[in-house]
């Protein structure tokens, strides 16, 4: 079965740092590409980054560019999320989740447990 | 980024009852429009993807319809695990994927 495990989310303060992880199994990661969801506390979803097969396209939303870096290790079957200068706004549960593709369309259809990462002032 | 708006933002049904979510966009997507449900404390979970097309081992009481700019999530004869928040999500621009504000199914 396909799974997807987050971790790093910790407590810190505003201006910290923080280094998330997604361990995948049960499927070949080198062949997906990935990407970062999180969801602010009572808020709904918002896609943060993604990361090519390759690990060498990545796209970044406004609100972290800049400040987060997708990396993947593909003999690991691991995907990172380093988050630097970090806001109280970035509080949220973190979620990777798998993108598939089938001909013009695409989805994700594997979701990790997510991992919280809270920021205070 | 391509802006999603969903309605109702929540509404009450009751087991054995269908209800109807719609989604819109300010911009056509054809059929790119993928559907989750997430459940307190859980992550999102794949419902429909392209519109239409149900993700494997989802019940068949889940339908998905549209395209261009508005889209509907059916779920007929409601059971008592369907109550949860549904999202859409615009799938067409893959440089900044975008989902809809979720919608409250509870109980009445």
């Known amino acids: 079965d396909v799974q997807l495990v987050e971790s790093g989310g910790d407590y810190v303060q505003t201006g910290g740092s923080l280094r998330l992880s997604c361990a995948a199994s049960?499927?070949?990661?080198?062949?997906?590409?990935m990407i970062w969801v999180r969801q602010s506390p009572g808020k709904g979803l918002d896609w943060i980054s993604n990361?090519?097969?390759?690990?060498?396209?990545?796209s970044y939303a406004d609100s972290v560019k800049g400040r987060f870096t997708v990396s993947r290790d593909n003999a690991k079957r691991s995907l990172y999320l380093q988050m630097n200068g970090l806001r109280v706004e970035d509080t949220a549960v973190y979620y990777c989740?798998?993108?598939?593709?089938?001909?013009?369309?695409?989805?994700?259809?594997?979701w990790g447990q997510g991992t919280l990462v809270a920021v205070s002032s | 980024d391509i802006q999603m708006t969903q309605s109702p933002l929540s509404l009450s049904a009751s087991v054995g009852g269908s209800v109807s979510i719609t989604c819109r966009t300010n911009?056509?997507?054809?059929?790119?429009l993928n559907w989750y449900q997430q459940k307190p404390g859980k992550a999102p979970k794949l419902l429909i993807f392209?519109?239409?097309n149900l993700q494997s081992g989802v019940p068949s009481r889940f339908r998905g319809s549209g395209s261009g700019t508005d889209f509907t999530l059916t779920i007929g004869s409601l059971q008592p695990e369907d109550f949860a928040i549904y999202y859409c999500?615009?799938?067409?621009?893959?440089?900044?994927?975008?989902f809809g504000q979720g919608t409250k199914v509870a109980f009445k």
């Open positions: 990361i090519d097969e390759g690990g060498t396209t990545m």
């Open positions: 911009q056509s997507i054809g059929y790119h």
């Open positions: 989740a798998r993108v598939r593709y089938s001909s013009s369309l695409n989805w994700f259809d594997s």
């Open positions: 049960g499927f070949n990661f080198k062949n997906f590409e």
């Open positions: 999500q615009q799938s067409y621009n893959t440089l900044a994927w975008t």
């Open positions: 392209g519109a239409s």
